[in-house]
Each structure stands twice: as structure tokens, then as C-alpha cells.
T-cell receptor, first 110, second 113 residues
Framework: TQLLEQSPQFLSIQEGENLTVYCNSS?????LQWYRQEPGEGPVLLVT?????EVKKLKRLTFQFGDARKDSSLHITAAQPGDTGLYLC??????????FGTGTLLAVQP | SAVISQKPSRDICQRGTSLTIQCQVD?????MFWYRQQPGQSLTLIAT?????????ESGFVIDKFPISRPNLTFSTLTVSNMSPEDSSIYLC??????????FGPGTRLLVL
């Protein structure tokens, strides 16, 4: 069974701080995606990484795919209250089904 | 990207009753997915719904409890049958996008009393 473990599970920080969320698995994925979900809404895609070692930046967010395509990280610089939400990584493969990570609930206090 | 709507957005139901959730997409898509999510937690895939064929259910989910219809390429329904308080959850539909990604509806928040 493919599993994606995220850490930390919960994170409460002050505005302006930096943070990193980790997504780890023993399985290899053809793609690794990150979603953010705000209360009352469905998950929204932030980024997709497909190449081992790939790094993508989205404003203050930096995403990295591990060299072996088994893990990923999300780094947020100078967090803002608008970054508050549930962050989910998801591994993709040939079946078009996604394996979702366990989730990281982030609260950024003003 | 696809725009997805769900009805109802939320409901409170009595145990033993059934609720049908609708998912409408603004474009034709081959694969649609139904998920269940406890607030603040990750998503659990219930089934994959393909037009013109029976839905494929994940382990722990059965058709008698969660019948799914997929009458065309833009619409699907999920019924939660004979509900119990344990069925209280958020139910989400999604469709496939580019590069294995998925686009999600806003979810249906169900509370069973």
C-alpha cells in the first residue's frame, strides 16, 4: 500500500516566520502535487513536480521533489495569515488516481 | 482548469435516510472521483466514476452503501444510503486535469443526527 506521510501534522506560527512541510513515502511516484485547502472549500492545486530533484518557486513558496521521486518539501518564506489552511501533498501515477498525504494544518497568526 | 459545482453544499440528515449529492462540471471529462474527508484531515477516495461503466470502488467502500451514477461526461451523483452518524463528513468530487492533477468541487458537508 502506498502511503504519504506529512510532517508536521499541525503548525502554528507568527506572521513573518519561515516554515517547511515534509511529505515522505517509501514508494516512487511519477508526479508529486501540492494542494491547499481553505475552510469550506475544496483543495486547490498549488504545483506539480515531475522530475527528481526539481525545484519550483511560486512567489514565497518553494517546492522540491526528492531525487528518488519518493519525497517532497514545501517551504514558505515570511508566512502571512493568508497562507493559513490545510496543505496536502499527493502522489500521482499511471492510474490517474492520487494518493493523498496525511495533511498539514497551518495557522499563521497576525 | 475545470469549474466544478456540488449540490447541496451542506445538509443535516436523520439516521436511516439517504442523501444524493450532485457534481456538475463545466466541460466534458472522462474520469470523476468521489472522496470523503473529515474536517482538517486528508482525503479518502471512495470510488472512480467513468461514463458508460460501473464505478470502481476502493477497499472499504461498497456500491450498496455509496451508489454512484455517471449518466454523461459532465455530471455524476453519489448517494450516501442508510446513513448513520459515522457518515458525517465532507464529500468531494473531482476531475482529472493535466499531468495527473485533479480539480475539486467545493464539497458537501453532511451531518447525520
Amino acid at each position: 500500500t502506498q502511503l504519504l506521510e506529512q510532517s508536521p501534522q499541525f503548525l502554528s506560527i507568527q506572521e513573518g516566520e519561515n516554515l517547511t512541510v515534509y511529505c515522505n513515502s517509501s514508494s516512487v511516484f511519477s508526479s508529486l502535487q501540492w494542494y491547499r485547502q481553505e475552510p469550506g472549500e475544496g483543495p486547490v492545486l498549488l504545483v506539480t513536480v515531475v522530475t527528481g530533484g526539481e525545484v519550483k518557486k511560486l512567489k514565497r513558496l518553494t517546492f522540491q521533489f526528492g531525487d528518488a521521486r519518493k519525497d517532497s518539501s514545501l517551504h514558505i518564506t515570511a508566512a502571512q495569515p493568508g497562507d493559513t489552511g490545510l496543505y496536502l501533498c499527493a502522489g500521482g501515477g499511471a492510474t490517474n488516481k492520487l494518493i493523498f498525504g496525511t495533511g498539514t494544518l497551518l495557522a499563521v497568526q497576525p | 482548469s475545470a469549474v466544478i459545482s456540488q449540490k447541496p453544499s451542506r445538509d443535516i440528515c436523520q439516521r436511516g435516510t439517504s442523501l444524493t449529492i450532485q457534481c456538475q462540471v463545466d466541460s466534458q471529462v472522462t474520469m470523476m472521483f468521489w472522496y470523503r474527508q473529515q474536517p482538517g484531515q486528508s482525503l479518502t477516495l471512495i470510488a472512480t466514476a467513468n461514463q458508460g461503466s460501473e464505478a470502481t470502488y476502493e477497499s472499504g467502500f461498497v456500491i450498496d452503501k455509496f451508489p454512484i451514477s455517471r449518466p454523461n461526461l459532465t455530471f455524476s451523483t453519489l448517494t450516501v444510503s442508510n446513513m448513520s452518524p459515522e457518515d458525517s463528513s465532507i464529500y468531494l468530487c473531482s476531475v482529472t486535469g493535466r499531468k495527473e492533477t485533479q480539480y475539486f468541487g467545493p464539497g458537501t458537508r453532511l451531518l447525520v443526527l
